[in-house]
């Protein structure tokens, strides 16, 4: 689950382990999107969408159901075109059944919808207040095989909808690690990996930290490629320094951001060791333990998950990736390079 951090200076302080969950890590933003009343959009890029659907509406104790006649990809996703955009903007998921819900997460709901004409995956995402900074807008120019991309953020007082690419044929990568009868073999691993690699080598390139990899945030679509989704905890690594709650998963979380430091890409790097160990292993890092406890043992001793592979390359890579000195760490191109070359 993914929760403010809060600094381990306390932690290291009192062995009682106060709870991280509430206080600020780093200072508030400045650089926010501005509300209106009216739905205000993020610049998109062009979309050229085809096909109408016929959809039948119909009200019942309060609660809109559609229902798609055509027999489409679209089938069963929600129509977020006017009035229902609308509607969502101002009213969230409460009036609506009847949803083909992608996923949930701390960020918001992922459902299928129709946009345009053209099925997406669209995120619904409470804000807690009006001048709340929808992250994922860090990502709208990123295009990049291993990323997930984000067609179209709109923003209202309320709500804000993330309109993102949909794959028919994807799954999240927890549950590709969880299911026992999927082959999950070096050639696998090593491909997912450099997958992930890849995609953030793309990002820091693009001034973007992730700050939040972990399986559930990469898709595998058609079994063949791994996708970096979610955006929602990730900053400008020019605005680290401006950077408000850190809300991360914290067994993913690098050492640096749980002293309560600036985070950078080498942030991203150790979450990708983590990542690649819990598929080496198929199990979740420090299962036993809770987050205090693992943020007191992280920083203050170097704990590790124990890595039990006679995979020399694999083993390495954790080490390396995870070192508590960031400096230490390689960079995103230098791990695709090394997988490259360790096939």
Not at 16 to 27: E, I, N, T, Y
């Amino acid at each position: 689950m993914s929760t403010p951090i809060k600094s381990a200076s306390s932690l290291l302080l009192n062995t009682r382990f106060v709870s991280p969950r509430r206080p600020k890590l780093l200072s508030p933003l400045e650089n926010k999107i501005h509300y209106t009343s009216t739905p205000k959009r993020v610049p998109k890029q062009s979309l050229n969408f085809s096909k109408e659907l016929q959809v039948q509406k119909s009200v019942k104790n309060n609660t809109i159901q559609i229902k798609v006649t055509q027999e489409t990809d679209c089938e069963n996703s929600l129509i977020i075109d006017s009035p229902y955009k609308s509607e969502l903007l101002n009213y969230g998921l409460s009036k609506y059944d009847l949803l083909y819900i992608l996923g949930k997460g701390s960020f918001g709901t992922v459902i299928k919808g129709n946009y345009h004409g053209k099925t997406v995956a669209a995120k619904i995402i409470k804000l807690n207040k009006s001048t709340d900074f929808i992250n994922e807008s860090n990502a709208l120019s990123l295009h990049h095989e291993n990323i997930i991309t984000i067609l179209d953020i709109i923003v209202s007082k309320k709500y804000a909808l993330v309109m993102m690419e949909y794959n028919k044929n994807s799954k999240n990568l927890q549950n590709v690690i969880d299911d026992a009868d999927t082959v999950l073999d070096r050639n696998a691993i090593v491909r997912f990996s450099k997958d992930v690699a890849k995609g953030l080598k793309y990002c820091h390139e693009n001034n973007v930290l992730h700050l939040d990899i972990k399986p559930k945030n990469i898709l595998l679509c058609d079994n063949k490629v791994c996708k970096i989704c979610d955006f929602g905890n990730s900053v400008k690594a020019s605005n680290a320094t401006e950077m408000c709650t850190f809300q991360g998963t914290v067994a993913y979380t690098a050492p640096e951001i749980l002293r309560g430091k600036l985070p950078n890409t080498k942030s991203d790097i150790y979450s990708l060791a983590i990542l690649i160990w819990q598929m080496i292993h198929r199990k979740c890092p420090y299962e036993f333990l809770n987050s205090e406890v693992i943020i007191y043992k992280v920083v203050k001793f170097n704990f590790r998950p124990p890595l039990d592979t006679k995979d020399e390359t694999l083993s390495q890579l954790c080490c390396l990736c995870w070192d508590e000195n960031l400096n230490k760490r390689p960079s995103a191109a230098q791990i695709v390079d090394l997988l490259n070359n360790n096939n």
